[in-house]
């Protein structure tokens, strides 16, 4: 659909193009953690899709995103009569398999994962990391005045888990827009200099998809930062106001009843996307 992914990687693969690549080639790398709904809106905007393009690695954060490049890859050959039926039924099939277990899809590089193990590495190798974004939002998805500083918090909780992990920093005081770019920048820089580091490893930032991906793209070269990752709700997790679910394959429902906000998001994962996808399929031998 037009999307770049990086299919076929393993969280070991990832972890290694960053230490072994990214990290070396001094530039101001994105990784963006592709999903349902990075698609969808990528349909929808041109300035996305080329981000998500552009970017040094595109990572399928999703089973949607895997089951979709499966279901494109079992309906390539088919031919008439009956294709668009023919076409249906693989992509039903192919989702009752999943939801049943029937078929173990592997390959998905979970977000919150890659920034769990990116601490490890911190922990590790004294990697420098600054987490920018994340705030709390009431019942209905609205953000809402608190004095918690979530990214302080996740900061707080990562520390606990990792004690020498080089985390030199967080704030959630400052939102995503252009004008509070400078201020922000300031904020991390001064951050740097405290701990006498002139560029900084690897930037978290907990923005809604899109709004962190573009205050990367404007602002990774001012700080800079090797390698930057937009990093949705990951905050949350990382500070324990989510509670980390062993098995992905049901944490959708976990996450729904704790924020029922992600509502229409869920939606637009389960229902709308695979829609899309199947519409694509039809209009377009692969």
Same mark, same amino acid.
């Given at each position: 659909m037009?999307?770049?992914?990086?299919?076929g990687?393993t !969280?070991?693969?990832?972890?290694?193009?960053?230490?072994?690549?990214?990290?070396?080639?001094?530039?101001?790398?994105?990784? $963006? /953690?592709?999903?349902?709904?990075?698609?969808?809106?990528?349909?929808?905007?041109?300035v996305?899709? #080329?981000?998500?393009?552009?970017? +040094?690695?595109s990572? *399928? #954060?999703?089973?949607?995103?895997?089951? +979709? #490049?499966?279901?494109?890859? !079992?309906? @390539?050959?088919?031919? *008439?009569?009956?294709?668009?039926l023919? &076409? =249906?039924?693989?992509?039903?099939?192919l989702?009752?398999?999943?939801? =049943?277990?029937?078929q173990?899809?592997?390959?998905?590089?979970?977000?919150v994962?890659?920034?769990?193990?990116? $601490?490890?590495?911190?922990?590790?190798?004294?990697?420098?990391?600054?987490?920018?974004?994340?705030?709390?939002?009431?019942?209905?998805?609205?953000?809402?005045?608190?004095n918690?500083?979530?990214?302080?918090? @996740?900061?707080?909780?990562?520390?606990?888990?990792? *004690?020498?992990?080089?985390?030199?920093?967080?704030?959630?005081? =400052?939102s995503? &827009?252009?004008?509070?770019? /400078? @201020? /922000?920048?300031?904020?991390?820089?001064? $951050? !740097?200099?405290?701990?006498?580091?002139?560029e900084? #490893? =690897?930037?978290?930032?907990?923005?809604n998809?899109?709004?962190?991906?573009?205050?990367?793209?404007?602002? %990774?070269?001012?700080?800079? +930062?090797?390698? $930057?990752?937009?990093?949705?709700?990951?905050?949350?997790?990382?500070?324990?106001?989510?509670?980390?679910?062993?098995?992905?394959?049901f944490?959708?429902?976990?996450?729904?009843?704790?924020? *029922?906000?992600?509502?229409?998001?869920i939606?637009? %994962?389960?229902?709308?996307?695979?829609? @899309?996808?199947?519409?694509?399929?039809l209009?377009?031998?692969?």
């Open positions: 037009g999307v770049r992914l990086n299919l990687l !969280m070991g693969d990832v972890l290694s193009i960053i230490e072994n690549s990214l990290l070396k080639n001094n530039k101001s790398n994105l990784i $963006c /953690t592709t999903n349902a709904e990075f698609v969808l809106d990528a349909q929808k905007n041109v996305f899709k #080329d981000i998500i393009n552009n970017s +040094a690695l990572i *399928p #954060d999703g089973l949607g995103i895997l089951l +979709a #490049d499966r279901y494109l890859t !079992m309906v @390539a050959d088919l031919k *008439p009569p009956l294709l668009v023919k &076409k =249906f039924v693989s992509g039903l099939g989702g009752l398999s999943v939801i =049943f277990n029937a173990k899809v592997v390959g998905r590089i979970p977000g994962d890659l920034a769990y193990n990116i $601490c490890k590495l911190s922990h590790e190798k004294n990697y420098s990391i600054f987490f920018l974004g994340g705030r709390l939002k009431n019942i209905s998805g609205k953000y809402i005045e608190s918690v500083d979530v990214a302080k918090s @996740a900061v707080s909780e990562v520390h606990k888990l990792y *004690p020498n992990a080089n985390v030199i920093g967080g704030t959630s005081e =400052f995503h &827009k252009e004008s509070d770019d /400078t @201020a /922000t920048v300031n904020h991390i820089k001064e $951050c !740097m200099r405290k701990n006498k580091i002139s900084l #490893d =690897f930037l978290f930032v907990a923005y998809h899109f709004n962190q991906e573009r205050w990367i793209v404007r602002n %990774a070269t001012k700080i800079p +930062a090797k390698v $930057c990752i937009g990093v949705g709700g990951t905050f949350d997790y990382l500070a324990g106001y989510l509670p980390r679910k062993e098995s992905h394959r944490e959708w429902f976990f996450r729904l009843l704790q924020q *029922p906000w992600r509502f229409r998001r939606f637009n %994962a389960v229902i709308k996307f695979p829609s @899309a996808v199947f519409l694509y399929s209009k377009h031998k692969n």
